[in-house]
């Protein structure tokens, strides 16, 4: 089963400095249709103005993963990291027991523009910790690339739930193509571009489409460059 959740739809927030848009209720924005999906509680499409950002606030637990599009994006914590967060890069940051951070346009005179993501752990009062790597491995098109797993498996970032997150760039009618195993279900988001999944779901960037009951998908670029996350997770 394969339902489409168009990024028309999602909730947004306006605050000059920030333009967002949520996949899943956060904030003032609530729909009891888009709660969740699995473990998987948060997109949030943020596009941030230059010197603009975040101030000191806090989290606990959550899994906290961010994936920059276009730009960069400042961050600092109560567990001494500071850091910059470019495309290519992904980050994870484990609220745990509880973490204070910051998050910040790096720049003065360009937007940054970034995927906010939440995963709940599989369990509560873990260590807060933090972890960013940069994949290279992304600029190969037509693939998918293992960027997050609740092993940190091929070198992706940690994950703390039965998760595998994925990211591809895809050309213009080249395909790539995902099985899922039994009990599992997935998501998959599209950042830039359009696709087509399994031959029938024309989408283009801030769609989504939750996958269930399916034992494989097909997902064709239908634009020169498109982009995608898909997460593999425990039903």
Known sequence: MIN?????????????????????????YYDPNHLNFASLRVINEDIIQPGQGFNTHSH??????????????????????????????????????????SEYNASLSDPVHLLQIWIVPAKNGLEPGYEQNHFPSLEQFNQLHLVGSCQGQQGSVTIHQ???????????NATVTHTL????????HITQGSIQ??????????????????????IQGLSPTSELLLFDMAA
């Open 60 to 101: 606990q637990d959550m899994e906290i993963i961010t994936y920059v599009l276009r730009g960069a994006l400042e961050h600092q914590d109560s567990l001494g990291n500071g850091s910059t967060i470019r495309p290519g890069d992904i980050q994870r940051m484990t609220a745990g027991t509880g973490i204070q951070h």
């Open 162 to 172: 039965d998760v595998n997150l994925y990211a591809s760039k895809l050309r213009e």
């Open 4 to 28: 489409i959740r168009l990024g028309q739809e999602r909730g947004s927030t306006e605050l000059g400095w920030l333009e967002s848009h949520h996949t899943f209720s956060f904030g003032n």
């Open 197 to 218: 999944l399994n031959r029938e779901y024309h989408l283009t960037a801030g769609d989504a489409a939750a996958i269930t009951d399916l034992n494989s998908m097909a």
């Open 181 to 188: 195993q039994k009990h599992r279900v997935a998501w998959l």
